[in-house]
């Protein structure tokens, strides 16, 4: 790596969390040297190598520095809010009743549709920025709300835009199988038939979408039909992710292992079978609190059998009008932790290292190491613990991304 003086940095005088397999793995005092966006170096400040003196230096004077925190779970761009719904499953009307009745994903469905892209990104914005605060350099952002060809696209637009606009990484999914659109209703099959054979193809070949998710659920899609929107997706080149086993359980999980899918998220109904198919294909399961927590759901996802197996869990905000209108992905490590009794270092793992795979992005996001992104957080505080402790407030001190501070 050639080190051009005026790109490099040592960053120094905070302990370094480097979350390399997952675990803390703590560099008390430590120093990281980062050249061209990249780590170069890193280790305790007393072993710098003497080539780096007299490179730029910030001295942080105390706290921890963690990876930079990634949101592998996101339904950010949305037009419309649907706070009444939350009124009415408070006055006993259930997800499932209201989706049924045509609320739910399809009132959503109507606000994106009318939402210019202008509008759909202003909208957006105002809920990113409550995130980044956060310390997040990497975001995956779905489709899903249009649900027709133009206004898929529209979404996507909007979130590569973010992408272009703001200083961190957006990885997009396209999530036309999340309902039944009102055209289609009755006709599921020619909605999929739609999908495989002319969106999915066109949105790859505009270069619009990193994957292709989908939603297995008696109120939206078979495993069957599933399945053929993996076979096209693959056909396309892209890797496939899926919304399972989150009201009941349909066996998405281990039909997105068949297919080696990214990740499988929510995953309240998953089994053991479930469990040991993921660690097999090496699926991540996306674990989304703030969903379960909105939901009342009382089920939670089979976390002591995806231990058993070695699956590795992640975290993520599922910020969306419905199930997870989550502005904070720091409150979602606390929720993992009291709601799913993760140990807050499983729950820093979550939205780092295992964020990282579940994006496709293990090799360059993820832990603080030698080669990857310089994208990482300076937190004032004495243990990473403290990132799933305090509920609320703003924590994160500095964000660099791709070695720039933000
Ligand atoms: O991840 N489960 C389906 N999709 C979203 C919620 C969609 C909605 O209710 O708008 C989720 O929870
Ligand atoms: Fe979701």
């Known amino acids: 790596m050639s080190e051009a003086p005026s790109q490099s940095r040592i960053w120094a005088g905070a302990s370094l969390v480097t979350m390399t397999q997952g675990r803390y793995h703590i560099i008390a005092d430590g120093a990281m040297v980062v050249n061209q966006g990249r780590i170069a170096w890193l280790g305790p400040r007393a072993s710098l190598p003497a080539r780096f003196n007299g490179m730029p230096r910030h001295d942080f004077g105390g706290g921890i520095i963690t990876p930079g925190l990634i949101d592998c779970h996101t339904h950010l761009v949305f037009g419309g809010d649907r706070s009444l719904e939350f009124e009415q ?24 549709r009318a939402a210019s892209e202008d509008e759909l990104l202003a909208l957006a914005e105002q809920r990113l920025k409550l995130l980044l605060a ?34 961190l990484q957006v990885r997009t999914t396209l999530l036309a ?4 659109p009102p055209e289609y209703q009755g006709r599921p099959d020619d909605y999929i038939d739609l ?5 999915i193809p066109q949105v790859a070949a505009q270069g619009l979408a990193d994957a292709v998710d989908g939603f297995c659920e008696h109120l939206a899609f078979s495993p069957a039909q599933i399945a053929r929107v993996f076979d096209a997706a693959h056909q396309a080149g892209l890797p496939v992710k899926l919304h399972a086993e989150q009201l009941s359980s349909l066996g998405g999980s281990t039909l997105a292992a068949r297919y080696q899918a990214l990740s499988a998220d929510h995953l309240e109904y998953a089994t053991d079978r479930d469990a040991a198919a993921m660690a097999k294909s090496g699926t991540v399961a996306v674990l989304l609190p703030g969903a379960c927590y909105m939901l009342r759901e009382t089920q939670f996802p089979p976390v002591a059998h995806f231990r058993r197996h070695g699956v590795p869990m992640a975290l993520a905000s599922d910020i969306n009008p ?4 989550a502005c904070s992905l720091r409150l979602m490590l ?30 360059s996001l993820g832990t603080l190491e030698a080669g990857k992104q ?10 990473p613990a403290e990132l799933s402790y305090w509920l609320g407030g703003q924590i994160a001190n500095t964000v660099v991304f791709r070695g720039e501070q933000r």
Not at 89 to 112: D, F
Not at 177 to 180: F, I, L, P, Q, S
Request: proline letters at 3%; hydrophobic letters at 40%.
């Open 322 to 325: 419905g199930t997870s209108p």
């Open 195 to 199: 999908i495989c054979q002319h969106w």
């Open 334 to 363: 606390n929720m993992a932790c009291t709601l799913f009794r993760l140990t807050p270092e499983e729950a820093l793992a979550g939205v780092t290292t295992h964020a990282a795979k579940a994006l496709g992005l293990s090799d």
């Open 89 to 112: 499953r408070l006055n006993g009307v259930s997800y499932a009743e209201i989706a049924a009745a045509g609320g739910g994903i399809l009132s959503t469905v109507n606000a994106t």
């Open 374 to 383: 310089a994208d990482f957080v300076h937190w004032p505080v004495n243990h």
């Open 134 to 167: 956060d310390g997040i350099t990497c975001m995956e952002i779905k489709s899903g709300y249009g649900l027709t060809l133009e206004s898929e696209l529209k979404m996507l637009r909007v979130a590569k835009r973010i992408g272009k606009k703001y200083a």
């Open 177 to 180: 199988a999340h309902a039944v």
